[in-house]
């Protein structure tokens, strides 16, 4: 039987079933290998905060390794001991804390009625509490985020920054050890005690990053919108938090 | 008995080389600027566009006699779409690093002109163990060169292979750095993927006249 393959009903019907034939194959694999996907996220968002924290598995002097996808679980759950989600003057502890959507908060937060919550990580390194802090922004193309370990002071302990499409060898050189490592020590306070957070400063003269107490760390060159995206993404994200810090004290 | 005809292995093996779809067709610079700067992801990119092509070709050979012309470039797309998805999907659940590195290339394939090149020229017009083949061949031909490139730009610009210092260490000066070698920096960057590639098209061309255009 030959079928008259250029009839507009044919055409139409042959759509039809094709987008139905073909939704339902990708429906159906997409709910299937979810669980999958989601535990790949979650290890991910792990890895991130002990790298942060400064929990890794760097050899080289410019790696950036992650703790293995099969350790990271107990690495994190035996290094983070508490989670908080802070919003406004309350603070719970929440073991699921660092699943919480930080972009969604974000849109939520347009809302001026809405107490946005804040998720904080607490661990101990060297005896020491560490709080890590996720941050989200916008880089050139897309958007870019990050976690930041700090002490009880707000002293940066470490950072790891991540993007969604900076240019490669420009704006994605924010996820490279030279530029984190930088930003070590850095003081989010100025001297004389006001929030100020940490500026990527073109012309800083500190190459070496010798002053802590600055509050700024080297750019990239040919990275200026990327750098002030995580310029602002740092100002705007951490101050935040410090109601809460002041509370430690 | 042979496994393949004269015939059928032509379809393999022409464009592994006389019909190469990058370097005799120009087809599909793009990725191949794009991701090649080491080896691992060359091979993975591959190895996707091989199942990509050689599955989409079978499927519109299966389809070619049913397919309504009208929309027949849409139907291409949607059955390319649908594979890329698929490879997308299967290595976030099982290679999650990858395909962050691979990121928006995977979505890429689709715009891969080889594959609707060969969709439109040949699985259109013949049975599915030939479009099999004449996917698998080109996308095999595709391959090559990628992996040929991927070699280069990470052994001459990060002097590294799937990640291993291969040359020593650069930093602490070991190895072929300890003699003064300095890996070149240019090699990493998407135009030098143009050089690695004009380079293959020039041996290829010098050792095989026919292929020079007048």
């Known amino acids: ?249 | 008995m042979r496994l393949l005809s004269k015939k059928d292995s032509k379809l393999i093996m022409d464009p592994l080389a006389d019909n190469n779809p990058i370097t005799i067709q120009v087809l599909g610079i793009c990725s191949a600027l794009a991701i090649t700067a080491q080896l691992k992801p060359s091979i993975v990119m591959a190895v996707s566009v091989i199942f990509v092509m050689g599955a989409g070709n079978v499927v519109i050979s299966l389809m070619r006699n049913i397919i309504p012309s009208k929309i027949r470039i849409i139907v291409q797309l949607v059955v390319v779409a649908t594979l890329v998805i698929i490879v997308d999907q299967v290595l976030k659940a099982y290679a999650y690093s990858l395909s962050k590195e691979l990121s928006v290339f995977i979505g890429l394939i689709i715009t891969n002109c080889i594959i609707m090149g060969r969709f439109e020229a040949f699985a259109l017009a013949n049975g599915p163990w030939r479009s099999f083949l004449d996917g698998i061949g080109n996308a095999l031909g595709y391959g090559v060169i990628l992996i040929i490139v991927g070699f280069f730009r990470e052994l001459l610009g990060s002097g590294t292979l799937f990640g291993f210092k291969v040359l020593g260490d650069s930093v602490e000066k070991t190895g072929l750095y300890a003699i003064g070698y300095e890996n070149n920096g240019f090699m990493v960057l998407p135009p030098m993927a143009l050089i690695v590639v004009g380079i293959i098209i020039w041996v290829q061309r010098s050792r095989n006249k026919e292929l020079i255009e007048d």
Not at chain 1, 16 to 27: D, N, T, Y
Not at chain 1, 138 to 148: E, P, R, S, T
């Open chain 1, 1 to 249: 039987m030959a079928i008259d393959t250029d009839k507009n009903s044919y055409t139409v019907i042959f759509a039809i079933v094709m987008v139905l034939v073909v939704g339902s194959i990708l429906a159906g694999l997409a709910q299937g290998l979810k669980p999958l996907v989601k535990a790949n996220e979650r290890f991910e968002k792990q890895q991130n905060i002990l790298y942060a924290m400064g929990i890794n598995a760097n050899e080289g002097p410019s790696d950036v390794e992650f703790i293995s996808t099969d350790k990271v679980e107990d690495v994190f759950n035996s290094t983070i001991t508490k989670q908080y989600i802070i919003e406004g003057d309350k603070v719970t502890e929440d073991s699921e804390a660092y699943l919480l959507d930080v972009k969604k908060e974000e849109a939520l937060a347009k809302d001026p009625n809405y107490v946005r919550k804040l998720p904080l990580f607490e661990g101990v390194k060297d005896g020491n509490p560490i709080y890590v802090i996720p941050i989200r922004g916008k880089g050139l193309w897309d958007a870019i985020w990050g976690f930041v370990a700090v002490d009880k002071e707000m002293v940066v302990q470490g950072v790891f920054f991540d993007h969604a499409g900076e240019t490669p060898g420009l704006g994605s050189e924010i996820k490279q050890r030279y530029f984190m490592d930088d930003f070590e020590g850095e003081h989010l306070f100025n001297e004389s005690g006001a929030f100020e957070g940490i500026t990527v400063a073109k012309g800083n003269a500190d190459p070496k990053n010798e002053r802590k107490t600055d509050n700024a760390v080297d750019a990239i060159a040919g990275a200026t919108i990327t750098g002030d995206g995580v310029t602002a993404m740092i100002k705007k994200d951490l101050r935040m938090y410090v109601p809460y810090f002041k509370t430690l004290k």
